[in-house]
């Protein structure tokens, strides 16, 4: 069978552009326990996944159980309160659908709540471009590596293979994943992570979606 090349798109700071309303739900998660608010500045420069381990960076300790609880519980309230009113990155529509014309594939990957991704994304009239979306199942402590294996493996039927895929994302734990199953990663300025804390991860870091598409085309030949 023939592979394609073949671009794993993330979604919150990637497609969706979102930092605001995430920004928002992370300090009201952060008010509920009387912690002071951060700034967009101090957030992508501490950013990481698992996410307790960005609240550990931020509180110079992990949060215990019941603090996770609530504050986990607070951000997905405010933030999904606030995710319908967030639009799409700047050219996201229009370079996916020029990747599908030019008869690539693609698809979508997120650790936001599977249930909760799906209506979104359809409702921003882009699931006909992708040949599959998958959510997060499972708790949302984790990380993107085990799946973006499942999601690979579901994609085999269809050509795909992890050497001809690039994944697109906006966190340094979207390069680890890419690594883990044998795939290539770019990573975009405009999502949870300073430029700085991107090039950490030895990974070709660009400044817009566009340039995430071109250098994903360069990467996959």
């Not at 952060?30 to 967009?40: K, R, S, V």
């Not at 996944?49 to 309230?77: C, I, N, Q």
């Not at 579901?154 to 001809?164: E, I, K, P, Q």
């Not at 966190?171 to 804390?197: K, N, W």
Request: net charge negative; glycine share 8%.
């Amino acid at each position: 069978m023939t592979h394609t090349n073949h671009i794993v798109w993330d979604w919150n700071g990637t497609l969706l552009h979102d930092i605001d309303a995430v920004i928002a739900a992370t300090n009201a998660s952060f008010a509920e326990l009387g912690f002071a608010p951060i700034t967009l500045e101090t957030y992508r420069e501490l950013y990481v996944v698992p996410v307790p381990k960005f609240y550990e960076r931020l509180m110079g300790r992990l949060p215990t159980e019941a603090e996770w609880l609530v504050m986990d519980e607070t951000f997905h309230r405010h933030y999904w309160a606030a995710a319908a009113d967030a639009g799409l990155t700047e050219g996201a529509r229009e370079l996916l659908r020029e990747w599908q014309l030019g008869g690539l594939t693609q698809s979508l990957l997120s650790l936001a709540p599977h249930d909760r991704l799906v209506p979104l994304v359809r409702d921003h009239g882009i699931d006909v471009h992708f040949l599959r979306v998958d959510g997060r199942t499972g708790p949302s402590h984790t990380s993107k590596a085990g799946h973006l294996v499942r999601h690979m493996e579901a994609l085999h039927a269809t050509g795909v293979s992890a050497d001809r895929t690039v994944l697109i994302g906006d966190a340094v734990d979207d390069a680890l994943a890419a690594a883990h199953v044998g795939a290539r990663a770019v990573l975009y300025t405009g999502g949870s992570h300073s430029r700085r804390s991107l090039e950490s991860a030895g990974v070709p870091v660009v400044d817009t979606l566009a340039e995430a598409v071109l250098t994903a085309r360069e990467l996959a030949e």
